[in-house]
């Protein structure tokens, strides 16, 4: 199986030095991993010899009007999939030898590597556990409405179970019932934190109805974050909120 040029990859140099030096370190990994089966003075025996590398570039550059700034940037890219774990030094050797590991060795295409970078966004382990079995799928096919909406589900489905409310109750009016201050009700909600002053219960109740009218009820109509960071930053504060109701939950409660 023939090497696939960078050039081959990214063909016009004005586009590879536009991109992020992450993923210029995607495309110059698919590179490296094509060379894996290659005999030749650059790859041999699992091994990449970055001294090599380079100077193959300087001898027949994939970029004659621009290779030195194509240099700098691939330099950067070596060092991010070294410092991300993608490449390591070889064992018992001091220099230029190096090795693809074995999580560069998973990631051989764009989608490979398009879905690596997504998930980087949106760690699993750090969201809650709810949100990351139903909500982490469509994030990754970069469906970010729909991982929106159901993050929000959930929480609606966790608030009304804890509360006990009926079905027919939704949405930031079933935020207000759950969350209403023992100020602005004769009956607090059964979510409202009874230790916070009245001031920071009405807060809470703003927080759980503003998200709900912003993002639970706009996505099929108006605002929907289209960017994958800001769909994960807008993920993240959904389980915030969906940890919030699992302490304040009636049902976990200590005596």
Known sequence: MAAIRISALVPRAEDLLALEVEEVGGVLLMHLNSLQNNENTVAHQGFINQHNFFNSLAHYPEYPAHQDKVDGVLMEAWGWLESAGF??????????????TRRGLRLKSRE????YRKASLLPKAQIHPLI???VYPAFLRGEYDTAIFQAFREIEVS????????DDLVGDRLMRAAFASAKSSSSPGPLTDLQLPAGEQEAMSHLFAGAFGLYR????HRYVPT?????????????????????????????
């Open 217 to 220: 009820n706009s996505t099929a």
């Open 159 to 166: 608030v009304r179970q804890a509360g006990q409310f009926s």
């Open 87 to 100: 490449l390591a030094r070889a064992p018992d050797t001091v220099g230029a030898l190096f090795f693809v």
């Open 227 to 255: 960017e994958p960071e800001e769909a994960a930053e807008v993920i993240m504060f959904a389980s915030q909120l969906l940890r919030i109701v699992d302490r304040l939950n009636p049902q976990y409660q200590k005596p």
């Open 112 to 115: 490979d590597f398009t879905t």
């Open 132 to 134: 990351a079995s139903r």
